[in-house]
């Protein structure tokens, strides 16, 4: 986590990291997205109530050098959250995002993502992005097509959701020299 | 080392890991990443009936650059019927 991140994405929008005050609404909207999000995470199992989250908010301190445990804040409220954990020894950044449902179709994911993968190109010297996201989460994977990553395979069974079953996962690239075609 | 090539040490060694991982410690799956020109990893994956299931181009790092990251994979039931004798 990078306690002092902050992008502004527009439209009142804002990303940062979490900070263990913010732990309460963090699970509050875990819990009332929990259906949705177990289909496609299994890390909605271990939100069991706030202290895991401040649990959660504080083991990312560790990992200095990911761009991660960032919340998307639409003025006071949380709307999701959106990361990229790094990968030094490869340079390698790889995604990851949710959205409470109210909150879906106003581009703030495809936003957010696309400041962290200008930050890990130019700021943390990246070659690549990856996104892994489940076959039939649609959503994600439009959001990997506007980003412009591409497909590059089906890494079956990778993915563990809620209720400790497993989906095949689409893995997306982008290597530095597409993104900056595309800048 | 050279010498030790050519003897089936690695996969035997892998076999080992496999029976681990799915007999004692409950994982779902197994994955291995070889460099798209480590023909002799590759080979070890196919002995080990590992499935080719992507190419992350230029997943790995070197020292001189980047090369495209072949993905494996093979899931328990899948190890499973491979250790059944027949």
Redesign the interface.
Known sequence: VRPDLHIELGGGAVLRPYTPADADTLYGLIDSNRVRLARWFHWVDDATDVTSQTAYIESRVDDGRSLDGNGIWVGEDLAGGCDLMING????GELGFWLDEAFVGRGLVTRAAQALMARGYESEGL??T?LRAGVDNLRSRAVAKRLGL?E???????G?VGGGL?VDLV?Y?Q?VDDWRKTI | VSEHEGRGIITRACERFFDVAFDELGL??M?LQAASGNLRSRAVAGRLGM?E?????????VADG?LDSI?Y?I?EDEWRARRVPT
């Not at chain 1, 590059?152 to 990778?158: C, D, I, S, W, Y």
């Not at chain 2, 299931?53 to 790092?61: C, K, M, N, S, T």
């Open positions: 020894s490869d340079d390698m070659h690549r990856q591409r590059e395979g089906v890494l079956r069974g990778a563990k497993y893995i690239g290597v | 779902h799956r994955e499935f299931e992507g190419v992350a181009r230029d997943g790995i790092r980047y993905e994979g899931l």
